[in-house]
């Protein structure tokens, strides 16, 4: 059974840092590309970032580049989401995926979604 669990989600101030883990069951961890998307009420579900296997490429949203950072461990079947000087327009429930094919930037592309992590911002 496929399982993806999210944490490390929370309340921050703006200009904060938070640490989201994703650890993955199920899955050989190691062959796939992993995703981190986002959807704040109202919103559609958008991409934030993603990682190769081997973490030789990393790819981001306009909005979080230079702010986030996207790494994995596979030897522990984890894939992380650093999020820093973090905004109130960053505010959403976060999900990470597997990629199954197709553009990193679309949702689509994914399967085997986590429950996902709520972040929240204040101002």
């Known amino acids: 059974q496929v399982q993806l669990v999210e944490s490390g989600g929370g309340l921050v101030q703006n200009g904060g840092s938070l640490r989201l883990s994703c650890a993955a069951s199920?899955?050989?961890?190691?062959?796939?590309?992993m995703g981190w998307f986002r959807q704040a009420p109202g919103k559609e579900r958008e991409f934030v970032a993603a990682?190769?296997?081997?973490?030789?490429?990393?790819y981001y949203t306009d909005s979080v580049k230079g702010r986030f950072t996207i790494s994995r461990a596979n030897a522990k079947n984890t894939v992380y989401l650093q999020m820093d000087n973090l905004k109130p327009e960053d505010t959403a429930v976060y999900y990470c995926?597997?990629?199954?094919?197709?553009?990193?930037?679309?949702?689509?592309?994914?399967?085997?979604w986590g429950q996902g992590t709520q972040v929240t911002v204040s101002s």
């Open positions: 995926a597997f990629h199954s094919g197709g553009s990193y930037y679309y949702s689509l592309s994914y399967k085997y």
């Open positions: 990682i190769t296997w081997n973490s030789g490429r990393t």
């Open positions: 199920g899955l050989t961890f190691s062959t796939y590309t």
